[in-house]
């Protein structure tokens, strides 16, 4: 069976933005890749897309009373006192079980999210997945992993948290890197 990975960039607006993409199999080993416009995709079994990491934020809030089940319809407002727009304009999902009293949850904006599933669904493609870019890189047991390409990139923190970093130099860490590490 194979799985199309589709990149969603920051800078994907509509079923006319390129995407990157790789045809993998199973193993993961990549059959074929480049980028193109969905419609002009390789269709595999199932397809993945894969957001970037400044599209994602990750947050551990104090989980509410109830079951699970019950907190699915909550998320959004979870979510809210550590986000900017309204909670309506968010899209919340819970990223793992609560530990210590806390829940994890990753955050989009809905708006952006929508618009990817109706392009793939319009391209005849079966988006079966979302993910961050972030959560791609393999954890070491408690410590970091961090993705730098010289300019920008991101960093893992945990088993549900991650972070996009702003801009840095050979000289200069990012700033989120530094807040992290103070």
């Given at each position: 069976m194979s799985v199309l990975r589709i990149y969603?960039?920051?800078q994907w607006?509509?079923?006319a933005s390129q995407c990157a993409w790789a045809?993998?199999?199973e193993s993961g080993a990549v059959l074929q890749s480049g980028?193109?416009?969905?419609a002009s995709l390789p269709k595999g079994k199932e397809c993945i897309g894969i957001l970037a990491p400044e599209r994602t934020?990750?947050?551990a809030v104090k989980a509410p009373p109830g079951t699970r089940r019950q907190w699915k319809t909550a998320l959004s407002f979870l979510a809210e006192d550590q986000t900017l727009p309204d909670p309506e304009e968010n899209h919340v999902v819970l990223c793992g079980a609560a530990e210590q009293g806390r829940i994890f949850l990753a955050v989009t904006e809905r708006a952006w999210m929508r618009r990817i599933v109706e392009a793939c669904r319009a391209s005849g493609l079966q988006l079966r997945r979302v993910l961050?870019?972030?959560m791609l890189l393999?954890?070491?047991g408690t410590g970091?992993?961090?993705a730098w390409n010289g300019a920008g990139g991101f960093i893992r923190t945990g088993a549900y948290s991650a972070q996009a970093l702003d801009a840095g130099d050979a000289d200069t860490p990012p700033v989120a890197l530094r807040l992290l590490l103070e």
């Open positions: 969603f960039s920051t607006r509509d079923s045809l993998c199999e980028s193109g416009t969905l934020v990750f947050l961050s870019e972030s393999p954890r070491n970091w992993r961090m």
